[in-house]
């Protein structure tokens, strides 16, 4: 069903042209550059892939910013192998 979806955009795009459709806003965004997680103890910040993603639905405030979602990503160091958990606090919407 996703296969017929695509060949129709295709042809919409190919009569189109390229660029955004029409009456859709004109996004410009801003480019946030977020610092990579460091080892606590080789301060690496070299790591693996991330595995066992939890997020948790828990309202606080974190440095003085409110967050609505705890979310924690598993990783290794590559340097000198300590596991660590990246834990973020995101105020946005969603489950
Ligand atoms: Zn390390």
């Known amino acids: 069903m996703a ?3 695509n060949a129709r ?3 919409r795009r190919s009569q189109r042209g390229p660029g955004r459709p029409k009456g859709s806003t004109n996004a410009d965004p801003d480019v946030n ?3 990579p997680s ?3 103890r080789c301060g690496s910040t070299r790591r693996g892939d991330y595995y066992g993603k939890t997020e948790q639905a828990f309202q606080g405030v974190q440095d ?4 609505t979602h705890i979310v924690r990503r598993r990783t ?3 340097d000198c192998g300590q596991a ?4 973020a606090f ?3 919407l969603g489950e």
């Not at 003085?64 to 967050?67: A, H, I, M, T």
């Not at 660590?84 to 834990?87: G, K, P, S, T, V």
Request: glycine share 4%.
């Open 3 to 5: 296969r017929k979806t």
């Open 76 to 78: 290794k160091c590559l």
């Open 90 to 92: 995101e105020n946005r």
């Open 84 to 87: 660590r958990i990246d834990r």
């Open 64 to 67: 003085g910013l409110p967050f």
């Open 38 to 40: 460091r080892c606590k």
């Open 33 to 35: 550059t977020v610092e």
């Open 9 to 11: 955009n295709k042809e």
